[in-house]
C-alpha cells in the first residue's frame, strides 16, 4: 500500500498529518524574529593597544608590526587591517565565514600573549576584542536640551545609558560626542615663574597630597574598626588648598598658579542633531537577536520610563532607526504572499471553472508554507528578505504537485464519469506521481551546492534554500497525500456548466488546437525549429555583457551617510565651520531629509579633521526622489563647498565602516613607494567620469612641531631629556595627574587633567613661558635648551594583509563589475612587482559571489542530471529534458535586460533557480510520452497525443509562478529595489522556457528518440 492510497483510504490520518504541520507552523510563525538579511556573523577581532605620547611612525614599528607577525600564524586568516595613529595601534582579524570566533578569539588572545615580551615598556597591555560587523547601531538617539554639555554626558552616561542597556538583546550602548567629566587645572606659566613653581613641582604634590592608601583594620577586644585613609579632596573648590612648596615660609596653593575647573576632557569630539549640541546613544544588538523587536523594546522603554523622568528640559529624539525599513520591507513582502496566494488561486480556477477543485489545490500554499515555516523557526532563521522571496516563490512552486495531480484526476473523471472517485484518483495519482516525484527532486537537488558556497552570498542562499527545499517536499507530501484524498470526497464533475464556464473552455479549445496546430509543424520540421532555437539563444545571449553586474543593487533605505574630510591639521574649530557649510546644503532639501546627526572625531583613531553626519530621509510617500538619486545630487552639492571633501553614500551592507560600492586597497612593502604610486593612480583614474569622485585615504602629509633638544646645554644646567618632554607634554599637550570622586558621588571617579589654560601656549614662540629648574635651583626658561622644529609626517599609517596600503573609496556612474575591472586595467601598467590592489567590501564580495554562482550553476546542471537521469534510468533522456534550461537563463537575463536590472546576489539567485523551476515543465512532457509509448503507440503518435494534454498543466504551473511573483516584479514598497531583480529574472525565465518548451523538447524528443530507434535497429540487424 503506497501513500496515495493510504490517505485515500484513511482520510482522517492523511488529515491529521497536515494538521500538524499546520499547528507546528503556526506556533513557530508567532515566534520567529523580523530582520533585513540573514544573520551574517563576520568573525573578526580586534587587538587595540595604547603608547600615550607615541607619533605613528613608532606605533607602526614598535606595536603595530609586532602585533601583526604574531598573530598573523592563526589559522583561517583572511585580511589583517591595521592602523597606526598617534598613541594607539589597531588591528584589525578578518576570519573565514566558517571560523568560530570564540575559538579565533582564543587562539588570538594567546599568540598576543607571546608578544607582549617585544612590545616597548611604555606601550599598555594590548586589548583583544571581538568585533561585530554587523554590529553597526540598529538605532540612534539623540539626548539634548537647555543643560550644560557636561550635564547632558553625565545625564547620558550615568542613567539613560544604563536604562538602555538592561534590554534584553541590547549589546552595548555607545555614546558619540561623548567628553567625559575632568576636573580641569588650568595653569598659568607666568605665575608660576613669579613663584619659582615648575610643572614637576605640581605632579609631585598630586602624588604625596591627593593619595588614598589601605589602612587596616584597628581592633580593640570585642569589635575592630576599619582605617580608612582617603586623603583626597573631594569637593572641586577644595582642591585649589592643595600645597605645592613653600616659599620664605609661606605656603604656595595650586589657587594661586592655576584656575580649577568642574569642566569636561579637551574638545576633540562633537555631535549635533539638527545643528544643536547632542550627546548621542547607539544601540547596538546582541549578535542573532531580533533588530525590530529591540527597537520596539526601547521605544517603549522610552515612551514609559526614560522620558517621563527626563529632567525639565531634556529631550531624546529619535535620529535614525533601522526597525522602519526592515518593517517596511517585511511588511510589503507579506503583502506580495496574500496577493501572489490570490493570483494563484485565480489561475487554478480560470484553468478548472471549479471552486471545489481550487480550494483543493490552494490548501496545498498554506499547509506548504508553514511546513517551510516551522522548519525556519527550529532552524534558527527569521522573516527577513531572503526567507520571504522564498515564501513568495513557493506559492507558485507548492501548487505545481497539486495541480498536476488534480488536473490528471480531473481528466480521468471527466472521460470516464461512472468510475469510482476513489479508484479515479487514485489511478490519477499513481499515473503522475513519478513526474512530479521527479520534478520536485530536480528542484531540491539545485540547493545541495549551497553547502560548498563561501562569502555572504553562501549565508543569503543558505537561508533561501532550506525554505525552497523544505517548502516543494512538503508540497509533494501534500500532492501525494492529502490532494488525492481530497479528491476522492468532494471533488465534482459537473455536468452542467455555466456561460463563463464556455467562453473559458472554448478559448482553451482553441488554444490548444492552435497548440496542436503548432506542434505539428515543429515535428514536421524538427531541425528548422532546432536551429530558430539555437539562433534565438545565440542572439539573447550577448545580453548577458550588456547587463550591469553588481554586489547588490541600488536600495532606497531611507538612510544614507556622508563622510567627510578636512586637510590635516585643522583644529576642531575648522571642522566644525566646515561641517556647518555641509549642514546648510542639507538644509535645502527639507523634502528629502527628516533629520540628520553629525560627528566629529569619533572614529577609533579620534581623528578631528574626520566627521560623519547619518541622515534620515523622508518616507518614501512624501518624497519624489529615490535615496540614490538623492545621493548624486548631493554629492554634486558637497563638491562645491571649499576647504572640505565630503562623500555621501548608503549605509554598508558588507564590512567596513563606509558604504561606498567600489572600495579598494593599492599595498606594498614600502610606505613611500605606496603613496607615489596611490597618487599616481589618483590621478589616472580621476580622469576617468564613470569612476565618479574618488576618495584616496593616505594620512602621511600631517604638519608636526618636533621639539629637538639642546642636549649638552640641558646636562650642563643638570636637566634630562625626560624632564623637558615633561614639562612641554603637560603644559601643552595635557596630562591627568590623578583620580577625583564627589563625596556623596555617583559612584564614578573622574581625570584631574593639568594644562596651561586656552590659549596660553599655541606657537613655538609660547615655549618661552615654560620654566624648568636647573641643578642649582634657578629656573631656566625652556626656549634656551629647546626648540621647535616644523615638520610633515603621517597621521595615519595602515596596513593591510601586512604590507603598507592605500585606500580608495568610490561610487562609480557605472556598474560595479564595470568599475572593478577599470581599476585593475588603470593598475596593470602603472604598478611595479610587489605592488598589488587588492579589492574590500562590496567589491570583494562582488568577485567571491561571481565565482561562487559559477560553481553552482555547474553543480546544479550536474545534479539535476543526475537526478533525472536516475528516476527515468536514461541516460540521454536528461539532456533532452535541460534543453529548456538555456532557454530559461535567456530568458532570465533578457528580463533583466528590458528592466533595467542587473546582475547581483538577488538576480543570480534567480537565475539559479531557474535551472530547477523550468524542468518541471519538461518532466511533464516526457514522463507521459514514455507513458504513451510503453503503451505501443509510435513516437509521433506519444507527442502528438502528450503534449497537448499536458498543456493545460503545463501552463497552470507556469502562470501560477509567473503571478506569485508579480507583485515583487512590479516594484512597489520598501525593498522593491532588491526583490524586483529575483522576481524579474523568474518571470524571464518562466516565460520563455514555457513558450519555448512546449515546441522546443517534443522536436528534439523526436529527433533524439528517432536517432536512437535507427541505431538500435541497425544494431539489431547487424547482430
Not at 561585530?132 to 537647555?146: I, K, Q, R, T
Request: charged share 20%.
Amino acid at each position: 500500500m503506497n501513500l496515495p492510497e493510504l490517505s485515500i483510504r484513511r482520510h482522517v490520518l492523511a488529515t491529521m498529518l497536515s494538521a500538524v504541520i499546520i499547528l507546528f507552523g503556526l506556533v513557530s510563525y508567532n515566534r520567529i524574529g523580523v530582520d533585513e538579511y540573514p544573520e551574517i556573523d563576520f568573525p573578526m577581532i580586534s587587538i587595540t593597544t595604547t603608547m600615550i605620547g607615541a607619533d605613528p611612525d613608532i606605533i607602526d614599528t614598535t606595536v603595530t608590526n609586532v602585533i601583526e607577525t604574531a598573530v598573523n600564524s592563526t589559522p583561517g586568516i583572511e585580511h589583517i587591517t591595521s592602523r597606526s595613529a598617534p598613541g594607539v595601534s589597531v588591528v584589525v582579524i578578518k576570519f573565514e565565514l566558517s571560523r568560530d570566533v570564540d575559538v579565533a578569539f582564543n587562539e588570538v588572545q594567546a599568540k598576543v600573549n607571546q608578544s607582549l615580551r617585544d612590545l616597548p615598556k611604555e606601550a599598555d597591555p594590548p586589548v583583544v576584542a571581538k568585533v561585530e560587523v554587523g554590529a553597526a547601531p540598529v538605532m540612534w538617539l539623540a539626548l539634548l536640551g537647555d543643560r550644560t554639555l557636561q550635564q547632558l554626558n553625565q545625564y547620558a552616561r550615568n542613567t539613560v545609558k544604563k536604562q538602555l542597556e538592561s534590554i534584553d538583546g541590547v549589546g552595548e550602548v555607545r555614546i558619540g560626542g561623548k567628553r567625559d567629566r575632568t576636573i580641569r587645572v588650568n595653569l598659568h606659566p607666568e605665575a608660576m615663574a613669579g613663584l619659582s613653581i615648575t610643572i614637576g613641582d605640581v605632579i609631585r604634590a598630586f602624588q604625596i597630597n591627593h593619595i588614598q592608601l589601605p589602612g587596616g583594620y584597628l581592633v580593640g577586644g570585642m569589635t575592630e574598626d576599619l582605617i580608612k585613609l582617603n586623603l583626597e579632596f573631594h569637593r572641586v573648590e577644595d582642591i585649589g588648598d592643595l600645597i605645592i612648596a613653600y616659599r620664605e615660609g609661606a605656603a604656595i596653593r595650586l589657587d594661586q598658579i592655576a584656575t580649577i575647573t568642574d569642566g569636561l576632557e579637551d574638545k576633540r569630539k562633537l555631535a549635533q542633531f539638527n545643528d544643536q549640541p547632542c550627546v548621542s546613544l547607539g544601540i547596538v544588538k546582541v549578535t542573532g537577536s531580533n533588530t525590530v523587536a529591540i527597537v520596539r523594546a526601547v521605544k517603549e522603554k522610552l515612551d514609559h520610563e526614560i522620558s517621563p523622568q527626563l529632567p525639565p528640559g531634556l529631550r531624546i529624539e529619535i535620529a535614525s532607526d533601522d526597525s522602519n525599513f526592515i518593517e517596511e520591507s517585511v511588511n510589503a513582502l507579506k503583502e506580495h504572499i496574500i496577493l501572489g496566494t490570490l493570483f494563484a488561486a485565480l489561475v487554478v480556477f480560470a484553468f478548472l471553472q471549479s471552486f471545489r477543485s481550487t480550494l483543493i489545490i490552494s490548501v496545498a500554499i498554506p499547509v506548504s508554507l508553514l511546513g517551510a515555516v516551522m522548519v525556519m523557526y527550529f532552524s534558527g532563521y527569521t522573516f527577513n528578505k531572503m526567507t520571504l522571496l522564498a515564501l513568495l516563490l513557493l506559492i507558485g512552486v507548492v501548487v505545481d504537485d497539486a495541480i498536476v495531480v488534480l488536473e490528471n484526476i480531473f481528466r480521468i473523471r471527466e472521460e470516464n464519469p461512472a468510475m469510482d472517485p476513489h479508484k479515479a484518483a487514485l489511478i490519477g495519482t499513481n499515473q503522475v506521481a513519478f513526474a512530479v516525484l521527479a520534478a520536485t527532486f530536480s528542484l531540491a537537488c539545485i540547493f545541495a551546492p549551497v553547502i560548498f558556497m563561501g562569502g555572504i552570498i553562501g549565508r543569503f542562499f543558505t537561508a533561501f534554500a532550506v525554505v525552497v527545499t523544505v517548502g516543494v517536499l512538503t508540497s509533494l507530501f501534500i500532492a501525494i497525500s492529502l490532494t488525492p484524498m481530497l479528491c476522492s470526497r468532494f471533488l465534482r464533475i459537473a455536468t452542467r456548466r455555466g456561460r463563463l464556464h464556455g467562453l473559458l473552455e472554448s478559448f482553451f479549445q482553441t488554444m490548444e488546437r492552435g497548440y496542436a496546430a503548432t506542434l505539428r509543424f515543429a515535428l514536421r520540421f524538427r531541425w528548422t525549429v532546432v536551429l530558430l532555437t539555437v539562433v534565438v539563444v545565440a542572439l539573447l545571449f550577448p545580453l548577458f555583457g550588456k547587463i550591469g553586474k553588481s554586489f547588490m543593487p541600488n536600495e532606497d533605505k531611507g538612510h544614507f551617510l556622508i563622510t567627510l574630510k578636512t586637510p590635516l591639521g585643522s583644529s576642531i574649530e575648522y571642522t566644525s565651520d566646515r561641517l556647518a557649510e555641509v549642514e546648510k546644503v542639507l538644509q535645502t532639501h527639507p523634502h528629502e531629509i527628516a533629520s540628520y546627526l553629525s560627528s566629529i572625531g569619533t572614529d577609533a583613531t579620534g581623528q578631528v579633521s574626520r566627521g560623519e553626519i547619518s541622515v534620515r530621509m523622508n518616507p518614501r510617500s512624501e518624497r519624489t526622489l529615490k535615496q540614490y538619486e538623492f545621493i548624486d545630487i548631493l554629492r554634486k552639492e558637497l563638491a562645491a563647498i571649499p576647504g572640505v571633501l565630503a562623500f555621501p553614500a548608503p549605509v554598508s551592507v558588507v564590512g567596513g565602516m563606509r558604504g561606498e560600492p567600489l572600495q579598494f586597497n593599492l599595498t606594498g612593502p614600502e610606505l613611500g613607494r605606496v603613496a607615489e604610486l596611490a597618487h599616481r593612480l589618483n590621478r589616472k583614474l580621476a580622469a576617468d567620469p564613470d569612476l565618479g569622485t574618488i576618495d584616496l585615504d593616505l594620512q602621511l602629509n600631517l604638519p608636526q612641531v618636533k621639539l629637538v633638544i639642546d642636549r649638552t646645554r640641558a646636562a650642563d644646567l643638570g636637566l634630562s631629556a625626560l624632564d623637558v618632554a615633561l614639562a612641554v607634554n603637560v603644559l601643552a599637550g595635557g596630562y591627568d595627574v590623578a583620580k577625583y570622586n564627589d563625596e556623596p558621588g555617583d559612584g564614578e571617579r573622574y581625570d584631574i587633567r593639568l594644562k596651561t589654560a586656552a590659549g596660553t601656549i599655541n606657537t613655538p614662540q609660547d615655549l618661552r613661558r615654560i620654566y624648568l629648574r636647573s641643578r642649582s635651583g634657578e629656573l631656566v626658561r625652556l626656549d634656551t635648551v629647546a626648540h621647535l622644529e616644523k615638520v610633515v609626517g603621517p597621521a595615519v599609517i595602515s596596513r593591510y594583509d601586512l604590507q603598507y596600503a592605500a585606500e580608495f573609496f568610490a561610487t562609480p556612474a557605472v556598474p560595479l563589475g564595470t568599475a572593478v575591472n577599470k581599476v585593475k586595467t588603470a593598475a596593470r601598467d602603472l604598478l611595479p612587482l610587489g605592488y598589488q590592489i587588492k579589492m574590500t567590501g562590496r567589491a570583494e564580495e562582488f568577485g567571491k559571489t561571481v565565482h561562487y554562482i559559477s560553481f553552482t550553476f555547474l553543480m546544479a546542471v550536474i545534479l539535476v542530471y543526475m537526478v533525472l537521469a536516475s528516476q527515468f534510468n536514461s541516460f540521454i533522456q536528461p539532456l533532452i529534458i535541460m534543453v529548456a534550461q538555456p532557454l530559461a537563463i535567456v530568458g532570465g537575463i533578457g528580463g533583466l535586460y528590458l528592466f533595467h536590472h542587473g546582475l547581483n546576489i538577488f538576480s543570480m539567485v534567480g537565475l539559479v533557480l531557474l535551472m530547477g523551476l523550468v524542468a518541471k515543465n519538461s518532466i511533464l512532457l516526457v514522463d507521459l510520452t514514455n507513458q504513451f509509448r510503453a503503451e505501443g503507440k509510435s513516437i509521433l503518435e506519444a507527442l502528438s497525443t502528450a503534449c497537448p494534454l499536458r498543456l493545460r498543466p503545463v501552463l497552470m504551473t507556469s502562470f501560477t509562478v509567473i503571478l506569485a511573483m508579480l507583485p515583487a516584479a512590479l516594484g512597489y514598497g520598501a525593498g522593491a529595489d532588491t526583490n524586483g531583480p529575483l522576481a524579474v529574472a523568474v518571470i524571464g525565465g518562466m516565460l520563455s522556457s514555457t513558450m519555448l518548451t512546449l515546441v522546443v523538447v517534443p522536436a528534439v524528443y523526436s529527433l533524439v528518440e528517432n536517432g536512437l530507434l535507427r541505431l538500435r535497429n541497425r544494431w539489431t540487424k547487424q547482430g
